[in-house]
């Protein structure tokens, strides 16, 4: 068995690379690091940012090896009636394309909503939202409400939205807030979903909360919060792997 960890940037993985003697791996010279932990092989990818580096480097990596699990992980910002804040907790049920679509004078208008057909035989043209909801997540989410280590932050499930325009405005936050149920934004989120739905492997995906959505007032931020939450509730979940697998195979 084997255990792939993404995460957009090196920033988001200090923590864990401090933990685990991850070492260099020769798979994606620059972009990936292997160990053995708990008795599990693991696999770390820094993806880059945004969908089109993290589907590249994602498939560049499966075309070489496939894992048992993909966990994504890293910063995100919250939705305001998510009940999130920075240095808290999202899991992923969903990922929605939250700005796949056309906007014109009465609003934004998801690509699902403009009646394309798809293909009669083969994949469709595209799909706007995965869902995310397994064993694996629902292990996820009671491991981690459990440990000890957590206790004080809030963690919430449900669906994320993945934009590539972050929204900084709060027109944008609630729009997409509205469109989508989500309680958390990302850039990488839905295109990682896709590409592990192609090649029909589990995708877990957490979230820290680093900044709430609708402003780019900085003093509202707190990255190095959101960093921080996501690593140590993956080095709790790495820890729990055989209960975590028995939940996802029950």
Same mark, same amino acid.
């Given at each position: 068995?084997?255990?792939? #960890?993404?995460?957009?940037?090196?920033?988001?993985?200090?923590?864990?690379?401090?933990?685990?003697? #991850?070492?260099?791996? !020769?798979?994606?010279?620059?972009?990936?690091?292997?160990?053995?932990?708990?008795?599990?092989? $693991?696999?770390?990818?820094? /993806?880059?940012?945004? =969908?089109?580096?993290?589907?590249?480097?994602? /498939?560049?990596?499966?075309? &070489?090896?496939?894992?048992?699990?993909?966990?994504?992980?890293?910063?995100?910002?919250?939705?305001?009636?998510?009940?999130?804040?920075?240095?808290?907790?999202?899991?992923?049920?969903? *990922?929605?394309?939250?700005?796949?679509?056309?906007?014109?004078?009465?609003?934004?208008?998801?690509?699902?909503?403009?009646?394309?057909?798809? !293909?009669?035989?083969?994949?469709?043209?595209?799909?706007?939202?995965?869902?995310?909801?397994?064993?694996? =997540?629902?292990?996820?989410?009671?491991?981690?409400?459990?440990? /000890?280590? #957590?206790?004080? $932050?809030?963690?919430?499930?449900? !669906?994320?939205?993945?934009?590539?325009?972050?929204?900084?405005?709060?027109?944008?936050?609630?729009?997409? *807030?509205?469109?989508? +149920?989500?309680?958390?934004?990302?850039?990488?989120?839905?295109?990682?979903?896709?590409?592990?739905?192609?090649?029909?492997?589990?995708?877990?995906?957490? &979230?820290?909360?680093?900044?709430?959505?609708?402003?780019?007032?900085? +003093?509202?931020?707190?990255?190095?919060?959101?960093?921080?939450? +996501? =690593?140590?509730?993956?080095?709790?979940?790495?820890?729990?792997? !055989?209960?975590?697998?028995?939940?996802?195979? +029950?």
């Amino acid at each position: 068995m084997m255990i792939c #960890l993404l995460a957009a940037t090196p920033h988001e993985t200090v923590l864990l690379r401090q933990q685990l003697p #991850l070492q260099p791996d !020769p798979l994606l010279p620059g972009q990936t690091f292997s160990c053995r932990f708990c008795n599990e092989n $693991i696999l770390l990818l820094h /993806t880059g940012i945004g =969908q089109v580096s993290a589907t590249t480097s994602l /498939t560049r990596l499966l075309e &070489r090896q496939i894992p048992t699990l993909l966990i994504a992980f890293g910063c995100g910002g919250s939705y305001p009636n998510s009940g999130l804040s920075n240095g808290d907790l999202a899991l992923a049920t969903a *990922e929605y394309f939250g700005d796949l679509g056309v906007a014109d004078a009465q609003g934004f208008i998801p690509l699902s909503a403009l009646g394309l057909k798809h !293909p009669a035989t083969g994949p469709p043209l595209f799909r706007q939202q995965f869902d995310l909801v397994s064993g694996w =997540q629902r292990g996820a989410a009671d491991l981690l409400r459990q440990a /000890t280590e #957590l206790a004080s $932050i809030q963690i919430s499930s449900g !669906p994320f939205v993945t934009v590539n325009t972050v929204s900084g405005t709060p027109e944008l936050c609630r729009q997409l *807030e509205q469109l989508c +149920a989500g309680i958390c934004e990302n850039m990488e989120g839905a295109a990682l979903a896709q590409v592990a739905a192609g090649y029909e492997i589990p995708l877990l995906e957490l &979230r820290g909360i680093s900044n709430p959505c609708g402003t780019r007032e900085r +003093a509202d931020w707190d990255l190095l919060a959101g960093m921080d939450v +996501a =690593q140590r509730a993956l080095l709790r979940l790495l820890k729990d792997l !055989p209960s975590l697998r028995s939940s996802a195979c +029950a």
